[in-house]
């Protein structure tokens, strides 16, 4: 079975000037749909063809196969990435607050860590909080590179730090981006459901 684009979450103008409909254009409607496309050529007639996103992933990295494993971790990083915006503001709240403040001191400095972490990542990549064991981490991934392909790396929220993510609507100042999105368009409520570790599988398919 072949993978599919999956629809937003939201309509394509829901962020206003956070992030505009040509971007979701651009972003969902070319680049995330190019990967698809890109992933479901590569896998025609092979023994994969019928795995699941998440299979395709970690086997692509198994053989090495950077051009699929590349194709299928951006179908999934971007899948997971638009369920991490929220066209409404939102906080965090309850058992992942608690966290928050716990492992980072307050959300707003885990923001300043988000922030800080996702403008330093050289070039192409994603800005992430992820859950290890019991503790909140804050990293980032270089290209297509996924927490999903490592083991007891649990994905809680991303930020695509690619160009072509902010290009449109920020031009070069990822940093405005990324304060757009941190202060006013990350979907805690998502986030928070992740905590119980199964967060790889809300943007898996197949
Ligand atoms: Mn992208």
């Known amino acids: 079975m072949a993978f599919v684009l999956p629809e937003l979450p939201y309509a394509k103008d829901a962020f206003g000037d956070i992030l ?21 050529d590569q896998l025609a007639g092979t023994d994969l063809a019928d795995a699941s996103l998440l299979t395709v992933i970690k086997a692509a990295k198994d053989a090495g196969n950077k051009k699929l494993f590349n194709a299928a971790a951006q179908i999934w990083n971007h899948t997971f990435y638009w369920h991490c915006l929220s066209p409404v503001k939102q906080e965090p709240t309850g058992k992942l607050a608690e966290m928050i403040t716990r492992d980072f001191g307050s959300t707003a400095d885990l923001l300043a860590k988000l922030k800080a972490e996702s403008v330093g990542h050289f070039a192409s990549g994603w800005g992430w909080l992820v859950l290890e064991g019991d503790t909140l981490k804050v990293t980032s991934f270089h290209d297509a590179d996924t927490p999903v392909a490592y083991e007891g790396v649990k994905p809680l929220l991303t930020l695509d730090v690619w160009e072509h993510a902010y290009y449109v609507d920020y031009r070069n100042a990822r940093p405005n981006y990324l304060d757009a999105l941190l202060n006013n368009a990350i979907n805690w409520e998502f986030v928070s459901q992740n905590l119980d570790g199964a967060g790889a599988s809300r943007a898996d398919q197949g």
Do not use: C
């Open 20 to 40: 505009s409909a040509e971007t979701f254009d651009y972003h969902h409607g070319k680049h995330h749909n190019a990967y698809v496309t890109q992933a479901n």
